[in-house]
């Protein structure tokens, strides 16, 4: 095989890699092309409103409450801690865990007089789709339910 029959079987892969990603059921390279790029656009958004959505959360949150997410090999680092205790939110982030297909691997916890929770949650599907934009999302959403809640009783 030449080397320009070389290229165009790479491209061609190439071309069919990027239809399998972006979900596209095109058969020309133009329409692939042109799919993937609405496939980013829509990516793109996805992450803007994530991003806003965690922004408007950690505004929201009336306690001194900091949270982190990292990815990690098959999963995340969660950080959770906060100045006060705090009754029960242990148990709101674990239901947001078990939410998103998260298995705790680890943990770290400490409740007297203060909150510090540290996790390991790894995915049970190992699906792409779940990201740290998404578990940082569902977790300061999880800690904004409970303290709305405690600001009830």
Known sequence: MGSKEKRRAALYQKIKELGSVSQSEAVNKTSIVVEAAKYIEELK??????????????QDISL????????????FRITVIS?????????????????LG??????????????????????????????????KSAVLKA???????????
Do not use: Y
């Open 83 to 99: 100045e006060e205790d705090c009754p029960g939110l242990l148990v709101a982030i674990l239901e947001t865990f078990e939410e």
């Open 102 to 135: 998260l298995d705790v691997r680890d943990t770290n916890m400490s409740c007297s007089n203060k909150f510090h929770l540290e996790a390991i949650g790894e995915n049970e599907t190992d699906a792409d789709e779940i990201d740290t934009q998404v578990v």
């Open 143 to 153: 800690i904004k339910n409970w303290s709305d809640s405690n600001d009830e009783d």
């Open 45 to 58: 958004e996805k992450v803007e409103k994530l991003q806003d959505d965690i922004t408007s959360l950690s």
């Open 64 to 75: 001194p409450v900091k949270a982190t997410v990292e990815t990690i090999d098959k999963g």
